[in-house]
């Protein structure tokens, strides 16, 4: 069986990947986490390991002897937070990206998966494709982001040259549902407004950061999922490459704001507070490379990711 490991494995798109590909009979699939091991498996072959990727002797010791590593541990939560405490999310992600990437090229692992970000694009409205990143036009909130993000690519396009790692950078847009963080302080958009939303009571009024003028591409998180499956069971694509995963159509945040209230069933008032943390900026994403290579394309609408994402949510919430 091939021998898969999850980096960052209690995570919302760790935790997701690592669920299904550890379903497979064909994939001996193994995990890490750092300090969130909430992880409830039920394949008996599951192995989770506590793993600090900042340290180096850690990363080269534990992805030793995998034929694919995918790197999903990062250390990143919504706006606010970043705001709050934006030295927390530079040197240790530049650090596990260092060493994971090392570790892919000492180690000879045949494949290293790693996520790029939607944060390396302008401001469009028009879908922009892999050759179409530019850190220096991207909106100022995401500078340093983006600068960790296409770091990490250029590192691993320079070692691409020097072994036989095939390495693959999947630049995803953003990604919603269930394991995500709803939280208000750290949730990204789509989690805050579910927890907003499903909190409030019949008459109340939520409460929106910015005026909800930003327009995002919304892909579910199992679609994500499908196409990392397919690129580790079938080892699509060549030595090195950049590919985009997304919906391809971008939604206001006013309109999937209502879209949740609506799908909720709940009479609540909608308050827009431009005071608070916002960027009113556009990015989506051109998928054409990632479905060509490998066939893929998204299978969750808008409207039917709310409603898995509610379900889910209300049944954990029941299970409390």
């Known amino acids: 069986m091939k021998q898969v490991l999850v980096c960052g494995a209690s ?85 596990m990206n260092t060493n994971i990437t090392e570790a892919a090229l000492v180690n000879k692992i045949p494949h290293l998966v790693l996520f790029g970000s939607s944060v390396v694009y302008r401001d469009t409205i028009f879908p922009q494709t892999e050759e179409e990143a530019n850190i220096y036009d991207v909106h100022p909130q995401y500078f340093m982001g983006a600068r960790i993000k296409i770091l990490m690519e250029d590192i691993c396009r320079f070692y691409s040259g020097h072994c036989s790692t095939k390495f693959t950078v999947v630049r995803h847009s953003n990604i919603y549902g269930p394991h995500d963080k709803f939280n208000l302080e750290k949730g990204h958009v789509f989690a ?74 709940k009479s609540i008032q909608i308050r827009y507070d431009p005071t608070k943390p916002s960027l009113g900026n556009c990015i989506v994403l051109d998928s054409k490379k990632a479905r060509q290579i490998t066939g893929w394309k998204p299978r969750i609408d808008l409207g039917q990711g709310i409603r898995q994402t509610i379900d889910w949510y209300l049944n954990k919430e029941a299970k409390k």
């Open 11 to 95: 995570g919302f798109i760790g935790r997701n990947i690592f669920e299904r590909l550890s379903q497979r009979q064909d994939l001996d699939v193994c995990g890490t986490y750092l300090n969130n091991l909430s992880l409830i498996h039920t394949e008996p072959h599951a192995k989770l390991w506590r793993v600090d990727f900042t340290d180096r002797n850690s990363a080269m010791k534990l992805t030793e002897g995998f034929d694919c590593v995918i790197h999903a541990a990062a250390l990143t939560d919504g706006l606010g937070a970043i705001k709050a405490s934006p030295e927390r999310y530079i040197a240790d992600n530049i650090i």
């Open 192 to 265: 805050a407004t579910i927890k907003k939303v499903l909190s409030a009571k019949d008459g109340e009024e939520i409460v929106i950061w910015g005026e909800g003028k930003e327009i995002r591409d919304f892909l579910y998180v199992s679609d994500l999922v499908d196409f990392i499956e397919a690129i580790v069971t079938k080892d699509f694509g060549p030595q090195f490459s950049i590919l985009n995963v997304g919906s391809g159509t971008g939604t206001l945040v006013s309109n999937l704001v209502k879209k949740i209230v609506e799908i909720s069933g």
